[in-house]
């Protein structure tokens, strides 16, 4: 038996219901969908995903802007979406909120242990607009203490979802040409050095792919970047230890053209036994 989770940022909820979202859902094996940059208001999100799912989320406070959720398939009994935690603690303002959301399920492994599942939307940051950058910092930082408070509880977690971080030369394609640019710097690529070696959590993809570049799982929207295969793997699932090792298969729901594509970014599912 298998745990399925997908993680996807959907660059529009209601953009990516319309061009074809639901047939991706018919299809895919996952229990739990985490959702980022939902831009859409709580109240409409069950409509967008359509029969078969319950979800829940938090809207950003800035209109039009971030949002997280996480999707259940109506069959699961294990999970609790009134008991959703919706914010990180330790950061504060508008453009923190809609970025952040988690939910326990009750021992789905058998093993006596709760899985926190988390959806997370990273700033993207823009080294030309240094706020951006000081906001993202202050994020990643109160990230690197919610996530060591929740593996300190002892149970699983896995952190999914759009980090806006390449952590190594293999995420990105042309990474000589973004040493300077967000998403690529070292200051931020060193929180993720610290959250795999010293913090306990492993880059669940990266270690069923291998060494090796890619497989990406966002594409620029301009010029041929999607066709050239020329994208960034800036959407993670990384868990503890004892659940990373449950791990059996990963994939990237890559569309099969530009033109069926139904967000910038593809579903990254991972199944765990």
Request: one cysteine or more.
């Amino acid at each position: 038996m298998t745990f399925t989770i997908a993680t996807v940022n959907v660059n529009g909820l209601r953009a990516a219901a319309r061009k074809g979202m639901g047939d991706w859902l018919a299809a895919t094996s996952a229990d739990v969908i985490t959702l980022q940059e939902v831009r859409a208001p709580e109240e409409l999100l069950a409509g967008l995903v359509g029969e078969g799912w319950s979800i829940a989320g938090e809207a950003s406070q800035l209109k039009g802007r971030a949002g997280v959720a996480i999707a259940v398939r109506s069959s699961r009994e294990d999970v609790d979406l009134d008991a959703m935690r919706c914010g990180l603690p330790g950061v504060e303002g508008d453009s923190h909120t809609g970025r952040w959301i988690e939910s326990d399920l009750a021992d789905p492994f058998g093993d006596g242990r709760t899985l926190t599942v988390i959806s997370c939307y990273m700033h993207s940051g823009n080294t030309e607009k240094p706020q951006t950058m000081t906001d993202k910092y202050a994020f990643l930082d109160a990230m690197m203490l919610r996530l060591e408070q929740l593996r300190a509880a002892g149970g699983h977690v896995a952190l999914t979802g759009d980090i806006n971080i390449a952590h190594t030369e293999w995420d990105i394609k042309n990474w000589k040409g973004n040493l300077k640019s967000a998403g690529f710097l070292p200051e931020e690529r060193a929180y993720l050095d610290r959250l795999t070696t010293d913090a306990g959590f492993v880059d669940v993809h990266r270690a069923l792919h291998g060494d090796g570049p890619g497989p990406y799982t966002w594409w620029s929207q301009r010029g041929k970047a999607f066709d050239n295969d020329a994208g960034w793997r800036i959407d993670y699932q990384l868990a503890t230890e004892d659940l990373a090792a449950r791990a059996t298969s990963a994939q990237v729901d890559r569309a099969p053209s530009y033109d069926t594509r139904w967000s910038d970014h593809a579903p990254l599912v991972i199944s765990y036994s």
